[in-house]
Nanobody, 126 residues
Framework: QVQLVESGGGLVQAGGSLRLSCVVS????????LGWFRQYPGKEREFVAA????????MYADSTEGRFTISRDYGKNTVYLQMNSLKPEDTAIYYC???????????????????WGQGTQVTASS
């Protein structure tokens, strides 16, 4: 069974940076399309970024393009989300997710992912 464990969340001033980590166990980062989502209170989880299993191409939400970077480390079996120029509206719980399918299209919806981490809180104060 694949398990995902996030870390790296915390409190930072607006304009600052954080790097989230997600360690994958029970599988390898090369075997899944990996994504990051975030959730605001009372809202559905929304797409933040993803990296394709097949092509290693990356994609981002419009709100995070240019500020966030997703990457993976095969040796550490970990996927990262580097978040720069954080804004108060980035405050949310961030979740790591894995898609086990071999579909070439990377999903931007939570329904396209099979495994989820427990989440880590990110707070950017103004």
């Amino acid at each position: 069974q694949v398990q995902l464990v996030e870390s790296g969340g915390g409190l930072v001033q607006a304009g600052g940076s954080l790097r989230l980590s997600c360690v994958v166990s029970g599988g390898t980062v090369s075997g899944y399309t990996l994504g990051w989502f975030r959730q605001y209170p009372g809202k559905e989880r929304e797409f933040v970024a993803a990296i394709s299993r097949i092509s290693s191409s990356t994609m981002y939400a419009d709100s995070t393009e240019g500020r966030f970077t997703i990457s993976r480390d095969y040796g550490k079996n970990t996927v990262y989300l580097q978040m720069n120029s954080l804004k108060p509206e980035d405050t949310a719980i961030y979740y790591c997710a894995a898609d086990r399918s071999s579909h070439p299209t990377v999903s931007r919806t939570r329904h396209g992912y099979d495994y989820w981490g427990q989440g880590t809180q990110v707070t950017a104060s103004s």
